[in-house]
T-cell receptor
């Protein structure tokens, strides 16, 4: 019972480099989310996918793109990393009905130098 | 607009003392309310949630929270804190809904860091 799995756990990028954060869930959830967590800011929603084939912007989408590859996988891409994107990134998933519980991955700590 | 306010950035209590972490929310519909805990280097773990019914909800690790609609609050409490409770605590508000809605979209407070003195 893996739940939500994120890779990688840690990453250091140089400014301007690109990378993709991977997220997969094995709970057959329709909805998946990407959040970033910064000190004193709580978690802020970057993008979400309410169902396979759909994606929508959250509070802080600039500089990011997402792909809902299939029902299990939801990736987050940084095309040209900037130091302001240094953060901890969390993927989450939830079922359709009533948000009974949102499951979070362990996070990816990204540093952009 | 939806928002969650956790007024206390950092709280320090002695082990064995009681604890109350405050949470106020602003939400346009009937809210679903959550408390999460995050230990250093870890993801978020759900402590408890309120959807409807009894306004006093029990969670894991001996925590409870009370929903007060008139005060737009959902404060987290524990009668006796243990050293292992030291962590960061997040209050969140969200909504249920049907397929294709912003179901599951949670709005988080900025967190309260709890330090426990031995």
């Amino acid at each position: 019972n893996a739940g939500v799995t994120q890779t990688p756990k840690f990453q250091v990028l140089k400014t301007g480099q690109s990378m993709t954060l991977q997220c997969a869930q094995d709970m057959n959830h329709n909805s998946m989310y990407w959040y970033r967590q910064d000190p004193g800011m709580g978690l802020r929603l970057i993008y979400y996918s309410a169902s396979e084939g759909t994606t929508d912007k959250g509070e802080v989408p600039n500089g990011y793109n997402v792909s809902r590859l299939n029902k299990r996988e939801f990736s987050l891409r940084l095309e040209s990393a900037a130091p302001s994107q240094t953060s901890v990134y969390f993927c989450a998933s939830s079922s359709d009905r009533g948000l009974s519980r949102a499951f979070f991955g362990q996070g990816t700590r990204l540093t952009v130098v | 607009a939806q928002s969650v306010t956790q007024p206390d950035i950092h709280i320090t209590v002695s082990e064995g003392a009681s604890l109350e972490l405050r949470c106020n929310y602003s939400y346009g519909a009937t809210p679903y309310l959550f408390w999460y805990v995050q230990s250093p280097g870890q993801g978020l773990q759900l402590l408890l949630k309120y959807f409807s019914g009894d306004t006093l909800v029990q969670g894991i690790k001996g925590f409870e929270a009370e929903f007060k609609r008139s005060q737009s609050s959902f404060n987290l409490r524990k009668p006796s804190v243990h050293w292992s409770d030291a962590a960061e605590y997040f209050c969140a508000v969200g909504a249920g809904g049907g397929r294709g809605s912003t179901l599951g979209r949670l709005y988080f407070g900025r967190g309260t860091q709890l330090t426990v003195w031995p």
